[in-house]
Structure formats: C-alpha cells, structure tokens
C-alpha cells in the first residue's frame, strides 16, 4: 500500500499534537488518545481495499499496428465490488511507442465497469508481447492506494503503414488515386487492352462509358482498360547504416519500406510479381518473386522485423544473390542512400553488370540534415567550413543522380517523405511506356 498526499496532509495533525506535549505534558493522555484515532482511522481506510478477485482488466487492440500510426487501444476494467472506486491504470509498452491517454485515472461504478481508451503510435516495428498492466485502487476516505499488477498476454507485431493500402483501395475503386498523389500516365497501349466490364462510378470517364452493355443492364456500364501484365518488379532494399537518418519522424529504412509496401501492392493490383531482398554486409532476407492475395501478406511479413544495421552496405554480395535469383527481365527497384563517391564506385560496375539483362530503378533517399546544413548561412569561421563541406556533399549528391541516368538507369532521387507517390508514379510510367 502507498500513502496519498491526503493521508500525509492528515499526518501533519497528529505531528503539531505531538509538538504541544512538549509545551504542556499534562495534556499528554489526549494526546496519545489522538494519535490512536488516526492510527485506527487509517487502518480500518486500509481494510476497505476491494478483493484483487473483484477486479478484472481486459485489454482490447488490435495484434498487427502500423509504424507511424495511431492504433486505438481499450482498457476495459470491471469491478465485482458494491462500492464505487477510484482507479488508475497504466501500461508497460515499449520505449518506442508513444502513448497518449494512459496514465488514465476515473470511477468504476460498483458492479459496473468502464472502458479507458488510449492510442499508441510505434516508432519502431518488429514484434513485440506486451504483458503487464499496472492499476492503482483507492481506499474509501482516500488515504491509501493499492498498486495491483496484472499479466495479459497481448503480443504483437509493428508493421508498416499499411493503413494507406485500405485508402488507396478505396480510391483506386472510385478511379481517384490521383488523391493520393498518384498520377495515371497514359502511354502506348494503355488504352488499346481491354480488361473488363464495370458499373459506373463516380469521377469515372463518361467517354468509356459502354452504350451497349448499359443498355442491356440498364445502368452505366463503363469499360476498363490495363497495361502488360506478368512482369517482374524485384526490389533491393538497403538496410545498412546510411538509411539511418530520421525524417519526419522515421528513419529512411522505414520510408523506404513503406515506400516497398505501396508499390508492391500497387503491383500485384496490376498482375505483376513481386520479390524482395533486404541486405546490409549479408543478405538478410529474400522473398521469391510471385503473385496474386499471398503475395501480399509474404511481402508485408518479410519486411515488419527489418532494422537498420551498422554495418557498411555489401553491394557485390547483394547483385550476385540477385544474378543469381532472378533470372527474367525485371525492373530492380534499389532503395538505397549512397553518401559519398567511394559507395558509388562500389555500387558502379555492378549496375552496368545489371543493365544487360535488368531495368534498373535507383531511389536515392536525400539526408535532410545534409541539405539543410548546405543552405544555411554560416556565422562564424566553423560554421563556415561545415556549411562548405554540407555543400560540396549535397552538390555531388545531384550530380550523382545524372550520372545513373546517364548511365541508363531510372532514378528517383527524394526527400524520404515524398519516396512513396514518386516511386509509385515512376513504376506507372514504366508501366504506360512499356519499358519492360
């Protein structure tokens, strides 16, 4: 049990009381007298603690949350007794997610219960198995609180975003991907293969609208079109040191992977297969490529656990898995950072050697940092010299983008916030212009 401030307030009694014995000691009987009573007060407060078996805590969420997103949590706490009380909870969540409404404190009607809704935000994703629960019940008069623990299994996995996969089928449904950032590129043969009949819906072109099929159905029928199908889209992603740096809260391995996640999905939408390799000094993980539902959740599980290591980024080891892999033409999406011109020389010949067979993809992840440093204005001499350095870095970085695309390479060099819409459109283009 702890003491509250009320029962320390109260203590401040009995301690003048004890102080005027010293002043007049023949008052010293009632002065023993009132110290008892508040001893027996608070003893018998003490007593009217609730059973721990009246008290029962569930905790309701869901198993699979997003990085960088809210996911809704409840606490639901019933309480068996006849008296009201007065709780407070909180819960033992990892460091790496943020939580807002816990610590929560509220009354729980006798036989009743009710419900402390909180929200957790993860920063970080990987699996996890969150178990305790810690509540604090308050004594009748209020001079005492019990701390009990609760264990309740509850593990789960941090994923990344993939609340954005729910709006973009939505949009995708209402041809409205533009919402999103998305633009539908029209090129050779993306008006010429016909795919199927659907009922008009709103923000649908009026010109694809079938006369015939609507007038058999008697609604608005409008004609969809697609692309090639059954090509290849295999992505190489970068989990070495240089993708530690932070943007908007996460780190540019995870805009990287929710830029993955996206565009994977926005792939087998299109009929295409999908693989993946995340690599550092070793291959760490390898999906082969494939298509259709599973393909979806095959993706999504292999990349949740993926963290950014220290270690220097083994390109050779990286392309000659993938040689080795990937036989088919495919276009090789590499989400990387290169930070200076010894990476580059390293990363170099193996893009020539992937040219031969490959379309190659370059998403270049800016430091943000970096760039910012380079225009800032320098006020002092050291300031000088890191702003001079910040800026001979940043102007090799966007000399090092047309290099790649001199070299034949697609290249999508972005801040790690806007890696998503441009990798996806870059894909559309690919797909609109038959590149593959």
């Known amino acids: 049990m702890i003491p509250t401030p009320r029962m320390l307030l109260l203590l401040l009694g009995p301690i003048a009381v004890g102080a005027l014995a010293v002043v007049w000691p023949a008052h010293t009987l009632w002065i023993i007298i009132a110290d008892g009573a508040f001893v027996t007060l608070a ?3 003490a007593l009217t603690f609730p059973r721990k078996s009246k008290l029962r805590i569930e905790r309701k969420g869901h198993h699979n949350l997003s990085v960088g997103a809210n996911n809704r949590f409840t606490l639901v706490v019933h309480n068996g ?8 909870l909180t819960e033992s969540f990892p460091s790496s997610m943020a939580i807002e409404g816990i610590p929560a404190r509220g009354w729980i009607p006798g036989h009743g219960r009710r419900r402390f809704p909180y929200t957790v935000t993860p920063s970080r994703r990987g699996a996890y198995d969150l178990k305790r629960t810690y509540m604090r019940v308050t ?13 309740i299994d509850h593990p789960i996995k941090v994923l990344p975003d993939v609340k954005i996969l729910g709006t973009y089928a939505l949009l995708a449904r209402r041809n409205r991907i533009d919402l999103m950032g998305f633009r539908q590129t029209r090129g050779r043969g ?12 709103r923000d649908d072109d009026y010109r694809r609208i079938d006369p015939f099929a609507s007038a058999r159905y008697r609604k608005l029928i409008t004609r969809e079109y697609h692309v090639s199908r059954n090509q290849n889209i295999f992505f190489m992603v970068d989990c070495g040191r240089s993708m530690a740096g932070e943007s908007s809260g996460l780190s540019s391995l995870d805009h990287g992977l929710n830029a993955t996640l996206m565009l994977s999905h926005v792939a087998l939408e299109q009929g295409d297969n999908v693989g ?21 959740t ?5 990349l949740y656990d993926l963290s950014v290591s220290e270690a220097e980024s083994d390109y050779e080891q990286a392309f000659i898995t993938l040689q080795r892999r990937v036989r088919q033409r495919s276009l090789v999406v590499l989400i990387t950072n290169v930070m200076d011109r ?15 067979r490959h379309l190659p993809l370059v998403m270049l992840l800016r430091d943000e940092d970096l760039f910012a440093l380079a225009e800032k204005t320098p006020n002092s001499p050291a300031e000088f010299y890191q702003v001079g350095a910040a800026a001979e870095l940043a102007t090799w970085r966007e000399s090092l983008a047309a290099q790649l695309q001199r070299m034949g390479a697609l290249v ?5 916030d806007q890696a998503t819409p441009e990798l996806i459109n870059t894909y559309l283009r690919v797909k609109a212009h038959q590149l593959l």
């Open 342 to 356: 010894a990476s580059f020389e390293l990363l170099r010949p193996h893009l020539m050697v992937l040219m031969r």
């Open 412 to 416: 999508v060099d972005i801040r790690p």
């Open 81 to 88: 007794g006849r008296r009201p009380l007065q709780v407070e």
């Open 190 to 201: 993306s008006d010429v293969e016909f795919d199927r009949l659907r009922e008009y819906q």
């Open 43 to 45: 003893l018998m407060d």
């Open 298 to 302: 095959a993706v999504l599980y292999s």
């Open 139 to 151: 004594s009748l008069l209020g001079l005492w609180k019990r701390q009990i623990k609760r264990q």
């Open 276 to 296: 993946l390799m995340a690599f550092d000094d070793q291959v760490r993980s390898i999906l082969p490529l494939s298509s259709g539902l599973r393909s979806k």
